[in-house]
């Protein structure tokens, strides 16, 4: 699938510019609500830690690296 039309952030191209902090790529849906979440809840997380448990390509590794 065209990078560009990769609304869930799988292909190789997103998932490098998530890991890069590139904000031009797609970001996989669970993880972007849960951050949203969590500053919508006014969470204050900046030099906070956080145990992201699993490492799936869906949830998991999306999570530790946002």
Known sequence: IDPGK??????????G???????TGFVPCTPAGCVRLIGEAGVETSGAKAVVIGRS???????ALL
């Open 6 to 15: 990769d609304v869930d952030g799988f292909h190789p191209v997103n998932v």
């Open 57 to 63: 390509m869906i949830v998991g590794k999306p999570m």
């Open 17 to 23: 510019k998530l890991v890069m902090e590139d904000d």
